[in-house]
């Protein structure tokens, strides 16, 4: 296993635990039926968030895919998927899952930008710029931000501590 590898592995821990303290409950998907070839790569989704009813009896939204992806320059990263056209790995993941919900972890985010940042498929539109938010800055999905601020701290230690830098 190399170190994007175990990097990925920590990011996918870590935005688990952010939709867990955000009061979602997880369920992994049904293996056969979320396994996708699209294009260059294989996609295959990391969990359903949802939530329980609330105590007043409002209905829950419905659950959420969820992908979560390392990517040491998210950007950079989206920038080549744009330009990639229809055969962007966004644009093949729309048409499978139309409602799914990319989360984005880097160590190395842009100034002013949070390690975790999300693509919600649901609201993207095809030919639209593929521009992801920070996590927090989603509205549909209600996650704090410091419940995201001590996730970095987190991430940026344990990352350090796989690299050895300080």
């Known amino acids: 296993m190399d170190l994007l590898d175990i990097k990925d592995r920590i990011a996918v821990a870590l935005v688990e635990s952010i939709f867990r303290r955000a009061g979602f409950v997880l369920t992994p998907p049904n293996s056969g039926e979320m396994v996708a070839r699209l294009g260059r790569e294989e996609l ?14 409002d209905p829950p939204a419905p659950a959420r895919l969820v992908e979560v992806r390392y990517r040491p320059q998210v950007g950079q990263y989206l920038a080549i998927e744009e330009q990639r056209g229809p055969q962007s790995l966004v644009v093949l993941a729309k048409r499978q ?5 990319f989360v984005f972890v880097t160590d190395h985010p842009e100034a002013g930008r949070s390690c975790f940042q999300a693509l919600d498929l649901d609201s993207w539109k095809l030919g639209a710029a593929v521009t992801a938010v ?11 931000r410091q419940n995201v601020e001590e996730h970095e701290a987190l991430l940026r230690r344990m990352y350090a501590l796989l690299t050895g830098s300080r």
């Open 134 to 144: 920070d996590l927090s800055a989603h509205h549909g999905l209600g996650i704090f």
């Open 97 to 101: 899952w139309p409602s799914l919900v």
């Open 44 to 57: 295959v989704p990391d969990f359903w968030a949802g939530r329980l009813p609330s105590e007043a009896g």
